[in-house]
């Protein structure tokens, strides 16, 4: 089993920014992908953003492209999400994710491709 912690989240003004830490308990950290859902209330768990094992590839929603940045340090087995610009409808609860991909260049975007889950850190974005 991975373990995943989540950090970093709490209330901020639109417009404003926000870092998002997962720590992870495992040895081999670098060979998972990694990735950040959230679900807002009353809604379905969204992908937000991907990264590969290499940190070569990643992959966003439409919806923070350009304002959310996914970058991992393998040597302190730990992934982030830098969010800047924050909208209201950026609140929801943020999970990081974590699976052994086919490939080192994999970065899947579907909740059902993960294995392993954090148990969120809430973000609340007010105007």
């Known amino acids: 089993q991975v373990q995943l912690v989540e950090s970093g989240g709490g209330l901020v003004q639109a417009g404003g920014s926000l870092r998002l830490s997962c720590a992870a308990a495992?040895?081999?950290?670098?060979?998972?992908?990694l990735a950040w859902f959230r679900q807002a209330p009353g809604k379905g768990r969204d992908f937000v953003a991907a990264?590969?094992?290499?940190?070569?590839?990643?992959a966003y929603s439409d919806s923070v492209k350009g304002r959310f940045t996914i970058s991992r340090d393998n040597a302190k087995n730990t992934v982030y999400l830098q969010m800047n610009s924050l909208k209201p409808e950026d609140t929801a609860v943020y999970c990081c994710?974590?699976?052994?991909?086919?490939?080192?260049?994999?970065?899947?975007?579907?909740?059902?491709?993960?294995?392993?889950w954090g148990q969120g850190t809430q973000v609340t974005v007010s105007l």
């Open positions: 994710a974590a699976v052994l991909p086919l490939t080192y260049y994999s970065a899947p975007v579907r909740s059902d491709e993960y294995d392993y």
């Open positions: 990264i590969s094992r290499n940190g070569g590839y990643t």
């Open positions: 495992e040895r081999t950290f670098s060979n998972y992908a």
